[in-house]
């Protein structure tokens, strides 16, 4: 398809989109009494106007039913996460068995690391990407601490190449393999936060098992934005965030995947309590621990019901929409971004550098866009111009058009926004 970079276009296009009544089911802040162009939804997801209802279910119940509620709510709270099951398993391609919901995300990769990441004699060493999420780095160098290892032995960062914006598959592989029987645990972002990078993780999980060590992904920017089939691919563990991609609500709870094949593996370590504990006889107060077979095993505490309550608000909306339709709007809403950035990059005589992949196969939902030239004084004007965006150290701003509730007319508002702010300086 031809794009043009004209409103009556970018409106033909909304009237085509399948999705785009979706948009009145969020809100949006407003600047100057408009609704907000927001492409921040890989940081925090729009509120769903659904979600109100799901918690006041759980005050009310709590109001009227106080401690009976665990058990006689309409939804009881005692097994809330069972509710996540069908749905959440559908979005990250599981067995409804392999998922659950707890804690936040760093916080279960911490005890995900506990179960998969076991250093024995020369096999301690964790492959990561360059330039992580800074809160998985400072996982990592804890964990290796914690296993009296020194971080600048025991983890490996594949790194980019000289003037290189990505990570190369086959430097990710030559690393696995160079590792090698020293290898204990690979651990990436599905997705890369600033460059909004996709990791073929079929193919490097593969890799990484083929030389003995688990391999772990932190789907943080993955969950609800791109194909995953972690059940498929053979992924021995996985956790997210639901506050980006999948709308739940600020630091709202995190989901957790282990595949089925550790479910009832004797040997495992992991951070036991009580609410993962066999569920027939969770409340018998019985001394030894029995698992629950399948993710749900890993569970310590008993449920935040009022974080999950919004969280399950937003998996039901994405079981309604599919993520088929979703990824599809998403490839299309993407390249039109892309194909405004490049228009406008011309009309102003800019220097714009895309740094996320060009190749639809490697980005999803992100363009992180290097204003070569620009500062800070772009970005606040495109705030103040009603353009959420947010601003990377040291010139980059990330766009993601989030394909449940962006327009195609955003994106051509984006650009005009975008050009008066570069012309008018
Ligand atoms: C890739 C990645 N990992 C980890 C985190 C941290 O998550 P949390 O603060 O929920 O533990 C984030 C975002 O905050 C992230 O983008
Ligand atoms: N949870 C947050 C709380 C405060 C500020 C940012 C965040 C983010 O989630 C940042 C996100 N991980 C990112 O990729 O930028």
């Known amino acids: 398809m031809t794009?043009?970079?004209?409103?009556?276009?970018?409106?033909?296009?909304?009237?085509?989109?399948?999705?785009?009544?979706?948009?009145?089911?969020?809100?949006?802040?407003?600047?100057?009494?408009?609704?907000?162009?927001?492409?921040?939804?890989?940081?925090?997801?729009?509120?769903?106007?659904?979600?109100?209802?799901?918690?006041?279910?759980?005050?009310?119940?709590?109001?009227?039913?106080?401690?009976?509620?665990?058990?006689?709510?309409?939804?009881?709270?005692?097994?809330?996460?069972e509710r996540f099951a069908e749905p959440l398993s559908k979005i990250v391609g599981a067995l409804p068995s392999e998922v659950t919901v707890m804690n936040t995300l760093t916080v279960n990769l911490h005890l995900l690391m506990v179960s998969f990441y076991q250093p024995k004699g020369k096999r301690y060493k964790i492959i990561c990407e360059e330039k992580a999420f800074p809160s998985d780095q400072y996982m990592f160098q804890s964990q290796v601490h914690f296993h009296g290892y020194k971080p600048e032995d025991a983890i490996v960062e594949?790194?980019?190449?000289?003037?290189?914006?990505?990570?190369?598959?086959?430097?990710?592989?030559?690393?696995?393999?160079?590792?090698?029987?020293?290898?204990?645990?690979?651990?990436?972002?599905?997705?890369?936060?600033?460059?909004?990078?996709?990791?073929?993780?079929?193919?490097?999980?593969?890799?990484?098992?083929?030389?003995?060590?688990?391999v772990g992904w932190d789907l943080a920017h993955a969950a609800g934005n791109i194909k995953l089939e972690l059940h498929d691919w053979n992924v021995d563990f996985a956790a997210w965030c639901s506050y980006k991609y999948m709308n739940s609500g600020p630091g709202n709870a995190s989901g957790v995947f282990v595949h089925e094949r550790h479910h009832n593996d004797p040997d495992l370590p992991r951070f036991a309590g009580w609410w993962g504990h066999n569920k027939e006889r969770r409340f018998k107060m019985e001394p030894n621990f029995d698992p629950v077979h399948g993710a749900g095993g890993w569970q310590i505490s008993n449920l935040p019901v009022l974080s999950l309550a919004?969280?399950?608000?937003?998996?039901?909306?994405?079981?309604?929409?599919?993520?088929?339709?979703?990824?599809?709007?998403?490839?299309?809403?993407?390249?039109?971004?892309?194909?405004?950035?490049?228009?406008?990059?011309?009309?102003?005589?800019?220097?714009?550098?895309?740094?996320?992949?060009?190749?639809?196969?490697?980005?999803?939902?992100?363009?992180?866009?290097?204003?070569?030239?620009?500062?800070?004084?772009?970005?606040?004007?495109?705030?103040?111009?009603?353009?959420?965006?947010?601003?990377?150290?040291?010139?980059?701003?990330?766009?993601?058009?989030?394909?449940?509730y962006c327009s195609y007319e955003d994106m051509y508002d984006f650009g005009q926004i975008l050009k008066k702010g570069i012309l008018g300086k």
């Open 3 to 81: 794009f043009q970079n004209t409103r009556e276009f970018a409106r033909e296009l909304d009237s085509k989109d399948t999705l785009n009544h979706y948009q009145e089911q969020f809100i949006f802040p407003k600047v100057n009494d408009k609704r907000v162009i927001y492409f921040t939804g890989n940081s925090l997801g729009l509120q769903p106007k659904r979600t109100k209802a799901y918690i006041d279910e759980i005050m009310n119940d709590w109001a009227e039913l106080a401690v009976e509620g665990h058990f006689y709510a309409e939804k009881p709270w005692w097994d809330y996460q």
């Open 158 to 214: 594949i790194k980019r190449r000289e003037g290189e914006h990505n990570i190369r598959l086959e430097d990710v592989l030559a690393k696995i393999e160079e590792v090698g029987d020293e290898l204990a645990l690979v651990l990436i972002g599905g997705v890369n936060y600033y460059t909004g990078q996709v990791f073929d993780i079929k193919t490097i999980t593969a890799a990484g098992q083929k030389a003995g060590a688990k």
């Open 310 to 404: 919004p969280y399950l608000a937003s998996v039901e909306m994405f079981a309604e929409v599919g993520m088929d339709a979703l990824i599809k709007k998403r490839d299309h809403i993407t390249s039109y971004l892309e194909f405004i950035l490049h228009e406008i990059d011309k009309e102003v005589a800019g220097n714009f550098e895309i740094i996320t992949p060009s190749n639809p196969e490697e980005r999803a939902s992100q363009l992180s866009v290097f204003l070569h030239g620009e500062g800070r004084s772009l970005f606040d004007y495109l705030m103040k111009n009603g353009v959420i965006t947010d601003w990377r150290e040291p010139n980059v701003i990330r766009l993601a058009p989030v394909p449940l």
